[in-house]
């Protein structure tokens, strides 16, 4: 029940943009396809007037509204704006065309209603969306292009009068290049070039902000998040691995509400949720050991499920700051006095503290702090 509430609401949003696109496209799909036989054919001569570019905005806003479904399912923000932009106008071509409220107007208001009502949920910057918004924005500049050039073909020199003609001009004047191999002569046909020019130079800018954004934007974030993070950690802790003992370790401390970061080995799956400060890198890096702060920590707390990698560890962590307090964990008890030897502040090994304490225990001897102390730290 949880998941329908958190996944349920982007799920039939993309379901009636799916179908307000069908809706759109359906009508016009046999007109747009004797056009284009008729273009193909008979260039120019293929428009009989107006009426045979009627379904091109209808088709272009339907498919637009189809191409946006998988971004609305993965609640992408560049989706949900451009399905509302897609919505008006669908709801104003259908509008237009009946001169009366219909079914695809109704379907259009049912969808902008529930991209306003849950907007909100709509927070992912997705690249496959915005890939589509990209193909979405080009597509339907050079359908305007190509269809604008041959209607007013007449108005160039040489005239246009071909579809292969027209497309190369659409993408002459689009990218801005001129070779001035055509050039229009009447006003409408001036007017047009003017239009596709700032449309073309409005649709290419947006797309690689659009694409390349969330991309560099990403990075960008990560590199000045690290940092970040880099210079906050001061008197935290550091606890390196994802070990069991490492993580209820992790636990503890977050529990008692102090700063912890976790340094987590590379390719191991870590226990840690999405909210936890962890560094994913090798531990007797130098680099590593500096954006985790181990300078400026507390204690670091070697806790690996390999007592070798807590040992280069400590020696690690003792070579960069020397200061620092560091507890090295012991999964195997004839591992203690060769982990002594790298002399970490305090030596942890469970098995080998709780036989003592549970022997101690079995033969009524006194167990308090000091003798936890005793047990804790080696060199005493």
Do not use: C
């Not at 999964?331 to 002399?343: L, T």
């Amino acid at each position: 029940m949880t998941d329908w509430r958190q996944t349920g609401p982007s799920v039939l949003i993309a379901l009636l943009a799916l179908i307000n696109g069908l809706a759109q496209i359906s009508p016009h799909f046999l007109s747009l396809r004797v056009t284009l036989l008729g273009i193909a054919h008979s260039g120019a001569d293929g428009l009989s007037g107006l009426e045979d570019l009627a379904a091109f905005p209808h088709v272009i806003v339907g498919i637009g509204l189809v191409l946006m479904a998988p971004g609305l399912l993965l609640r992408a923000r560049v989706a949900w704006v451009l399905a509302i932009v897609l919505g008006m106008v669908s709801a104003g071509l259908a509008l237009w065309a009946a001169h009366r409220p219909d079914a695809v107007f109704m379907l259009s208001g049912v969808l902008l209603l529930a991209l306003l009502i849950y907007g909100r949920r709509f927070t992912r910057s997705s690249l496959a969306a915005s890939s589509l918004f990209a193909l979405l924005g080009v597509g339907s500049l050079l359908i305007y292009g190509t269809l604008g050039s041959l209607w007013f073909g007449a108005g160039y020199t040489p005239p246009i009068h071909s579809l292969p003609t027209a497309f190369y001009y659409t993408i002459e004047t689009m990218s801005t290049v001129g070779y001035g191999d055509i050039v229009p002569h009447t006003l409408h046909a001036r007017m047009f070039t003017v239009s596709m020019i700032v449309l073309g130079i409005s649709v290419f800018a947006t797309t690689l902000s659009v694409v390349m954004g969330p991309v560099i934007g990403g990075s960008l974030k990560r590199a000045l998040e690290g940092r970040m993070h880099s210079e906050r950690r001061r008197n935290h802790y550091v606890i390196i691995g994802v070990s069991s003992l490492a993580y209820a370790m992790w636990k503890e401390l977050t529990g008692r509400g102090v700063a912890v970061t976790v340094i987590a080995p590379i390719g191991h799956p870590s226990p840690y949720p999405d909210t936890a400060d962890v560094i994913t890198g090798d531990a007797t890096r130098d680099e590593t050991l500096r954006l985790a702060g181990v300078p400026h920590a507390k204690v670091v707390l070697t806790l690996r499920d390999d007592d070798a990698e807590n040992a280069f560890a400590v020696l690690a962590v003792k070579e960069m700051a020397p200061g620092v307090k560091t507890i090295a964990g012991v999964n195997d008890v004839r591992h203690v006095n060769k982990i002594r030897r790298v002399q970490p502040d305090v030596l942890f090994a469970p098995q080998l503290l709780g036989s003592q304490l549970l022997a101690r225990d079995l033969f009524d001897e006194p167990i308090d702090n000091e003798t936890v102390h005793q047990l804790l730290f080696p060199q005493q």
